[in-house]
């Protein structure tokens, strides 16, 4: 079992940057895939980047790439979402997410096991 916390959300104009961190209780973060997921006021929770246990792999939804960078420290049991060039597209909910899939890369929803709280981010045209 993993507990997470997100924070770093808040309110920016388009353009913007903001940093989300995401710390993990227990002994054994590094054993899981990590992803951040957006869900938007009346719509699904969809995927916007995950990072492989060994912090060699990433993936990003392409309404993002270019824009967010996915990060894991293991030693301080956290993960990272960089946002820079902010769009109001990008408002939602963030959530981290943590799997235990045997795949390097999980993509599905379902594919993870813990879920945060999440973090709301804002962002004004």
């Known amino acids: 079992q993993v507990q997470l916390v997100e924070s770093g959300g808040g309110l920016v104009q388009a353009g913007d940057s903001l940093r989300l961190s995401c710390a993990a209780s227990g002994r054994t973060f590094s054993s899981y895939g990590m992803g951040w997921f957006r869900q938007a006021p009346g719509k699904e929770r969809v995927l916007v980047a995950v990072?492989?246990?060994?912090?060699?792999?990433?993936y990003y939804a392409d309404s993002v790439k270019g824009r967010f960078t996915i990060s894991r420290d293991n030693a301080k049991n956290t993960v990272y979402l960089q946002m820079n060039n902010l769009k109001p597209g990008d408002t939602g909910s963030y959530y981290c997410?943590?799997?235990?899939?045997?795949?390097?890369?999980?993509?599905?929803?379902?594919?993870?096991?813990?879920w945060g709280q999440g973090t709301q981010v804002t962002v004004s045209s």
């Open positions: 997410a943590a799997s235990l899939s045997s795949l390097t890369l999980p993509t599905l929803r379902t594919s993870f096991d813990f």
């Open positions: 990072i492989s246990r060994t912090v060699l792999n990433t």
